[in-house]
């Protein structure tokens, strides 16, 4: 099993930043790939990143794409979301998650562990 603890989340002003943290450990050598998802009240997590376990490989949605980046650091076993350009619908609680399916999974059934969700609060 691996163990996620994500960081990082706090209130910001729209147009600006905020950089998540999620530090794994555990079983680290069975991950393939980290996400990133959020959860707004009331609707549906949302895919936001996702990183292959190498670093090699990322990808986004539409919805997020040039103001987020994934990133991760390999000795630290730590993956990031750097966020910029926040809007308030930016707005949600966000999760790290990994998998060990050999893919870069864009649904919550496509990962295994998560972490305990950061809260993010972008005001207008």
């Known amino acids: 099993q691996v163990q996620l603890v994500d960081t990082g989340g706090g209130l910001v002003q729209a147009g600006g930043s905020l950089r998540l943290s999620c530090a794994a450990s555990?079983?680290?050598?069975?991950?393939?790939?980290m996400g990133w998802f959020r959860q707004a009240p009331g609707k549906e997590r949302e895919f936001v990143a996702a990183?292959?376990?190498?670093?090699?490989?990322?990808y986004y949605p539409d919805s997020v794409k040039g103001r987020f980046t994934i990133s991760k650091d390999n000795p630290k076993n730590t993956v990031y979301l750097e966020m910029k350009s926040l809007k308030p619908e930016d707005t949600a609680v966000y999760y790290c998650?990994?998998?060990?399916?050999?893919?870069?999974?864009?649904?919550?059934?496509?990962?295994?562990?998560w972490g305990q969700g950061t809260q993010v609060t972008v005001s207008s």
């Open positions: 998650a990994a998998t060990q399916r050999y893919k870069l999974g864009t649904t919550s059934r496509d990962y295994d562990d």
């Open positions: 990183i292959t376990w190498s670093g090699t490989s990322t």
């Open positions: 555990g079983r680290t050598f069975s991950i393939y790939a």
